[in-house]
């Protein structure tokens, strides 16, 4: 056996041993463990004791690392099965906020003063905006609505005169129900069937592989304005099939990258409608962007609006105040033209899916297949590609992604809640990142009532589930008992990542004993659930 310290051995070889923490990594995420944990403190309130555990970054990050983006691929496919053919009317009631929703909510809270702290000191908040908007997505999708921030402003009206050249849909008389038609067969049997749709944004100029053959001509303006209001064109379509279905139709859809490097939309809907019909929502739906302009750049270079404590940004020339968010958008008046129109391209793909066939199985696995991957991932990451993206990039710069965005100071107009210290081309919102390339939604889209359960409930049955067919039994815990704090980094409760993953591969080889000794047990029984409740839980 070679030791690699040993320095008989020639540098080459020396170099190509795996590193031991690389092999470490490769155990713990064949062994389905988070390879990035984050240490947090849970103070126990019922025995004043207090304790470190790690928590898979999954739970609480943006960005993924591989074993949690698969176990939380896994979670979504039993979402998604789970719903899309309902037989029974959900029942939907406001749940309890669990134990999960309120140390996320007080997490939220000490990571948002800590990020103001940071920031008031100076200090780069490009890390903890990252945990605040992944921690936003986790508290949604742990079945709480709306963002904790909230936003109580109410709604601008703004007149919504259909353009003249969409064309006017069915409608039908809304029933109450979220459950599709059936049909009987002659010999008796029932059928559900429901639609798989695939939905996709226009064309910006032609593309070969992915990449355009004319970059100059392509309209990277049009593809990085639709990439940032995509999920609004989703919501305009969702509302729309409503309206011409005639019932509260459900649906769990996954946004997922194109190679062109554009969002495109995968739904499974419950119920179903004609191809035609779909085809021809798809064709009416659109969404105005009423912003101000972002065309004519009135700032720029070193000409950029400064900071006044008392008024907000001037013009650095005249000293004039910019319009305020709101004085800007107070002055589209009637004959403004929307900042920007979307729309869906022509390729609208429709599938016929009935309950329990390999179809309805292979279009679940077709719509989470993605999901572990960033939009800005590209495919083959060949040089062309690179060069596209980078454009791509280049587009989302100066663009506006919200009300808030710093971009706005270009077009001559303070953002919403304008600070001290903003400056266009520096907004930190992940939307200009390569990686989100504009969609900075979320990649899975599921309605209220498609399942009678939120993604912490799926998860909190797998765990009910594997504890009990362990003879114990998952007890419920006050949601006021734990109190979660942050740890400092270089806390010194806190071991070597190594040593943390050294434990967690050693846990979960216990509870795979665990497993083998019951399949053992109940020999000839179907133990394919157990094993995937094993593997996700
Ligand atoms: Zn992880
Ligand atoms: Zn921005």
Avoid at 497 to 518: C, D, G, I, N, Y
């Amino acid at each position: 056996m070679t030791h690699p310290h040993d320095r008989a051995l020639p540098r080459a070889v020396r170099q190509a041993m795996p590193m031991a923490r690389d092999v470490l990594e490769e155990v713990a995420k064949q062994h389905g463990v988070c390879i990035r944990p984050v240490p947090l403190r849970r103070l126990d309130t019922l025995t004043g004791t207090s304790e470190v555990i790690d928590v898979p970054c999954g739970a609480v990050l943006d960005s993924k690392c591989p074993p949690c983006a698969k176990r939380n691929r896994q979670l979504r496919m039993a979402q998604c099965r789970e719903g899309w053919h309902l037989d029974t009317e959900p029942a939907i009631t406001p749940d309890e906020s669990n134990e999960e929703q309120h140390w996320l909510v007080e997490f939220r809270a000490d990571m948002q003063a800590k990020r103001d702290a940071a920031e008031q000191a100076g200090d780069d908040t490009t890390d903890l905006d990252a945990v605040l908007s992944g921690l936003d997505d986790q508290i949604n999708s742990a079945g709480m609505r709306g963002s904790v921030t909230g936003s109580a402003v109410p709604k601008r009206t703004r007149s919504t005169r259909r353009r003249q050249d969409a064309p006017d849909l069915p409608k039908r008389k809304m029933t109450n129900t979220t459950l599709g038609r059936t049909f009987t067969s002659g010999d008796g049997k029932t059928y559900r069937p429901s639609l798989f749709v695939t939905l996709t944004l226009p064309s910006y100029g032609r593309v070969r592989d992915g990449v355009p053959i004319d970059p100059g001509t392509y309209d990277y303006r049009g593809a990085a304005r639709d990439a940032l209001h995509f999920s609004k064109l989703v919501d305009r379509f969702v509302q729309n099939l409503r309206r011409v279905a005639g019932y509260d139709v459900q649906y769990f859809a996954a946004v997922e990258p194109q190679k062109r490097l554009a969002p495109h939309l995968h739904m499974a809907i419950r119920g179903t409608l004609p191809r035609a019909e779909i085809k021809q929502i798809a064709a009416a739906t659109y969404h105005q962007v009423w912003w101000p302009q972002a065309e004519k750049v009135r700032f720029d270079g070193d000409h950029l609006p400064v900071w006044d404590e008392e008024a907000g940004y001037l013009d650095p020339g005249t000293g004039e105040v910019l319009p305020t968010w709101d004085e800007a958008l107070d002055a589209l008046d009637e004959d403004a033209e929307p900042l920007h129109v979307l729309r869906f391209g022509e390729q609208v793909d429709v599938q016929g899916v009935l309950a329990g066939t390999p179809d309805a199985d292979q279009c679940i696995r077709y719509l989470s297949k993605y999901l572990t991957k960033s939009i800005g991932d590209t495919l083959d990451g060949g040089q062309t590609q690179r060069e596209h993206a980078a454009r791509m990039v280049d587009a989302l710069r100066y663009e506006p992604c919200s009300p808030t965005c710093p971009n706005w100071l270009r077009y001559g107009v303070q953002p919403k809640n304008a600070k001290a210290g903003m400056a266009p081309g520096r907004c930190r919102s992940k939307a200009h990142k390569p990686e989100h390339l504009g969609y900075a939604g979320r990649r899975v889209l599921v309605s209220r009532k498609w399942s009678n359960k939120t993604l912490a409930e799926h998860k909190q049955d797998r765990r009910t589930w594997v504890l009990e067919a362990l003879g114990q039994t998952d007890e419920p815990t006050d949601p006021h008992r734990y109190i979660w704090r942050p740890v400092p980094a270089g806390d010194a409760n806190v071991p070597p990542l190594a040593v943390r993953l050294l434990r967690s591969v050693h846990e979960r080889q216990r509870w795979r004993a665990h497993l083998r000794e019951l399949e053992a047990r109940a020999a000839g029984q179907d133990l394919s659930a157990i094993e995937d409740m094993g593997r996700a839980a």
